[in-house]
């Protein structure tokens, strides 16, 4: 349970920063480096069955099989088990709006409402408020899981660790320093990066990062379109391509009918949850067809529908990705959260901590055929997005990518908590640094047993697992 902040931004910037340093007396830095799990540890099979039970249980064995693909792969569908394993130890009580899924492939380049490509946090799926540390915890583990999978040493693991909490660390102390308005504004844009690899990088690298941007330029609503579906005799439908994209009016079973009400009602109640001039816009296009689709690692199982909307014709599409949202993995560790639409946590959560968000993000509630009310949020299905690919980054690339991901999530803290209490807490040493080095390395441990479990379970059939 986490230690709730007391400190509030009616205190002066001294009797901020006396908040930080109350936290170190509680938590030291050093102690940041401490995980130990012992014998008492819950069953890590048990945390992901668990999360499993509330699913689409035929998508079940398709998550499995992503998470058993490799340490990595695991990690990814493993942010219960992590948020567990965290919830049971101290921390500082400097709460944030955390990501709460803060691994290294939840930051990609991001299209702004201007059209601008921004460097940023993608997957809220799991956000709620909590202690500052959590994120950065789980950040810093991935890098080491990452790195552990590209052969790198421990050296090179370790440095790409001290790379982004360091990155993240002095940005804080930035932020800290600065006007309120010029926090909330401030984002990591395409010319930002731009100086930052020109800097940090040999010309062969520089050309990659271009290629990535320019590739993200052209993950186009447009570029989808084309790809997820086919002309028939009615126009254009989202094809099939099971079990990833099942059509609705190819799912087996008699409700396909009541099904298709009630997405539109999904539809229709997520309007409201639009601004006045959004919903005008909205109001252009017509609804043509759905499909429910599976996405991600962790998220395989939920609900995910696309939904095809069209314009003037067939040349002018909408496609909007309606996800379930569950309680986050963070809530029993936190108190709860005070939320009527796990939804609406998601798509407030993502505002507050994005600097730039799809203009078309809302929520809604559907009452299924179960009688159970179910939680959606709801955006445009692949805008601009360039994801990166940790698989091909020699150790000085990932060590750039880990600066990059330290100082965004920086920036996303100092806008829901207090910079100035977080900074005082780290301090100007390198203390905190080399703590979570410590942490990352016995974590990443710590997944690679979970991983084996995992993979033990599906052995002896206390589990199904299939590749999808």
């Known amino acids: 349970m986490i230690a709730r902040s007391t400190y509030s931004f009616d205190l002066t910037p001294g009797e901020r920063a006396a908040l930080g340093r109350q936290a170190r007396r509680r938590v030291p830095r050093s102690a940041q480096a401490r995980f130990e799990a012992g014998s008492q540890r819950f069953d890590p099979v048990d945390v992901i069955e668990a999360q499993s039970a509330a699913r689409l249980q035929e998508l079940v064995p398709i998550r499995y099989g992503r998470m058993l693909e490799s340490p990595f792969r695991f990690y990814r569908g493993a942010a219960a088990i992590m948020a567990a394993d965290l919830g049971a130890h101290p921390d500082t009580g ?30 809220f799926d799991e956000t709620l408020v909590g202690p500052f540390e959590w994120d950065v915890k789980r950040l810093a583990a991935s890098f080491v899981i990452a790195a552990r999978a590209n052969g790198f040493t421990t050296r090179e693991q370790d440095t790409a660790v001290r790379e982004c909490v360091r990155a993240y660390r002095l940005r804080i102390r930035q ?10 504004y401030a984002q990591d844009d395409a010319d930002r990066l731009r100086e930052l690899m ?60 009541a099904t298709e009400k009630e997405l539109a009602t999904v539809l229709d109640q997520y309007r409201a949850s639009l601004s006045a001039e959004r919903r005008h816009l909205l109001r252009h296009f017509r ?52 939320y009527d639409n796990q939804g609406r946590r998601v798509v407030e959560g993502q505002r507050l901590i994005q600097t730039t968000s799809d203009i078309l993000l809302g929520w809604t509630r559907v009452v299924g055929l179960d009688g159970r009310g179910r939680d959606f949020y709801v955006r ?89």
């Open 380 to 468: 445009q299905l692949r805008d601009w997005k360039g994801i990166a690919r940790p698989e091909t980054m020699d150790p000085r690339l990932l060590n750039l990518f880990a600066q990059l991901c330290g100082a965004s999530l920086a920036r996303a803290h100092a806008r829901s908590g207090d910079p100035v209490a977080i900074d005082s807490y780290l301090g100007g040493s390198d203390r905190f640094d080399r703590a979570l080095v410590q942490f990352a390395q016995v974590y990443a441990d710590r997944n690679e047993r979970d991983f084996e479990a995992l993979g033990a379970a599906a052995r002896s059939g206390r589990v199904s697992a299939r590749a999808a």
């Open 287 to 338: 609804l043509v067809d759905m499909a429910r689709k599976v996405v991600g690692v962790g998220s395989v199982g939920t609900r995910c529908w696309i939904l095809l909307l069209l314009g003037r014709n067939d040349d002018d599409p909408l496609l909007l990705q309606a996800k379930e949202a569950q309680q986050s993995v963070l809530a029993a560790h936190t108190g709860g959260d005070d």
């Open 175 to 184: 932020l800290a320093g600065m006007r309120t308005l010029d926090v909330w």
């Open 198 to 257: 020109a800097s940090s990088l040999d010309k062969r690298a520089r050309r990659r990062s271009a290629q990535a941007a320019a590739k993200a330029r052209t993950r186009t609503h447009l570029q989808a379109f084309a790809k997820l579906t086919t002309d028939t005799p009615e126009g254009r439908r989202i094809a099939a391509d099971p079990p990833l994209i099942t059509p609705l009016a190819e799912l087996a079973g008699p409700d396909t009918t």
């Open 94 to 123: 400097l709460t944030v709006q955390l990501c709460g899924d803060a691994h290294l492939l939840n930051f990609r380049l991001l299209a702004s409402p201007e059209r601008h490509l921004v460097f940023d946090i993608n997957d």
